[in-house]
């Protein structure tokens, strides 16, 4: 009679834990969709209806039309992509066996072909472009003109202007010498990142049994316990890397931590996905915290720099 209980208990909870999966895999390919749609909406928008009025624009006008909106679409693209990729790893893991793994793969391809195009071949045009409009050096003696203002030249003025001894103290830098922070895509996708460690963090600790079981691991009370130390410590880092992020200054020793500790996480998980100890769903967390310690290290690195 207790065996009996007990096979139907663990029947239904496999079957609960079935359920969750399924739910939890349809949200994520929901939110790939979503971001594709966007993603190739925005991209046929402008093909449709911007550049056909190219021609009509002007030095006086242009600004306005295009570039507000260019700067608010690229920081947001910035995050949403790493999203998508993210979301096309979890599918890719979860419709592997089957030929719907292609749909991922062909979005995951594209994406990337998207992201080499704009870095390497659009945002070097823009480089090349500013560097002709832009040309170092103080004005002429004589010179009176000015230009209007510039946004995000990101050049340090440290020559007289218009004729005049007034010289400006030179861009990123505060009154107390610290280097003023760029909340770009780039920063932004770092929050968003501390933000989720911080969420599953906390979800590891009061949820362990829930989350051992969804990934298929033996729940004892000895691997709760320790599973519940490993999302304290996972808290603890993301905290420290949000905290670090929102201050006023940079803390690049807090964000290279931070990041080692994702590739870490990465390196503990993925072994044991191998080995059979959890399911092939943690292989897609494993990839996000990859992605998540290059990203953070992408940003040490030039924090760093501008030290």
Same mark, same amino acid.
């Given at each position: 009679m207790a065996a009996a209980t007990s096979r139907l208990a663990g029947h239904q909870t496999a079957k609960a834990t079935g359920l969750m999966k399924a739910l939890l895999f349809t949200i994520n390919n929901a939110l790939l969709f979503l971001c594709v749609s966007m993603y190739l909406g925005t991209g046929w928008s402008m093909v449709l209806f911007y550049f056909p009025i190219a021609p009509q624009l002007t030095v006086d006008n242009y600004y306005l039309e295009f570039v507000p909106a260019v700067d608010a679409?690229?920081?947001?693209?910035?995050?949403?992509?790493?999203?998508?990729?993210?979301?096309c790893v979890v599918m890719i893991v979860a419709?592997?066996?089957?030929?719907?793994?292609?749909?991922?793969?062909?979005?995951?391809?594209?994406?990337?072909?998207?992201?080499?195009?704009?870095?390497?071949?659009?945002?070097?045009?823009?480089?090349?472009?500013?560097?002709?409009?832009?040309?170092?050096?103080?004005?002429?003696?004589?010179?009176?003109?000015?230009?209007?203002?510039?946004?995000?030249?990101?050049?340090?003025?440290?020559?007289?202007?218009?004729?005049?001894?007034?010289?400006?103290?030179?861009?990123g830098?505060?009154?107390?010498?610290?280097?003023?922070?760029?909340?770009?895509?780039?920063?932004?996708?770092?929050?968003?990142?501390?933000?989720?460690?911080?969420?599953?963090?906390?979800?590891?600790?009061?949820?362990?049994? =829930?989350?051992?079981?969804?990934?298929?691991?033996?729940?004892?009370?000895?691997?709760?316990?320790? =599973?519940?130390?490993?999302?304290?410590?996972?808290t603890l880092f993301g905290c420290a890397m949000l905290h670090a992020l929102l201050s006023s200054t940079n803390h690049p020793v807090v964000i290279f931590w931070a990041s080692l500790q994702k590739f870490g996480a =990465?390196?503990?998980?993925?072994?044991?996905?191998?080995?059979?100890? =959890?399911?092939?769903?943690?292989?897609?967390?494993?990839f996000f915290d990859f992605g998540s310690g290059a990203v953070g290290l992408w940003y040490w690195r030039r924090i760093r720099a501008t030290r």
């Open positions: 679409a690229t920081q947001f693209f910035t995050i949403m992509t790493k999203l998508m990729i993210a979301s419709e592997w066996r089957t030929w719907r793994r292609w749909l991922p793969l062909t979005v995951l391809a594209t994406v990337t072909a998207a992201t080499v195009l704009t870095i390497y071949w659009i945002f070097s045009a823009q480089r090349r472009d500013e560097g002709r409009h832009q040309k170092s050096g103080c004005p002429a003696a004589d010179s009176r003109g000015v230009d209007g203002p510039e946004q995000n030249s990101r050049r340090p003025l440290v020559c007289p202007v218009d004729g005049h001894d007034d010289l400006l103290r030179r861009a830098r505060s009154r107390k010498g610290h280097a003023m922070k760029t909340r770009d895509g780039l920063y932004w996708a770092l929050v968003v990142i501390a933000v989720l460690t911080v969420i599953s963090g906390l979800v590891q600790m009061v949820a362990t049994d =829930f989350e051992l079981r969804m990934l298929n691991a033996d729940s004892t009370a000895t691997s709760r316990h320790f =599973f519940g130390i490993v999302g304290m410590f996972m =990465f390196c503990a998980v993925a072994p044991g996905v191998h080995r059979g100890i =959890f399911s092939a769903l943690a292989l897609s967390v494993a």
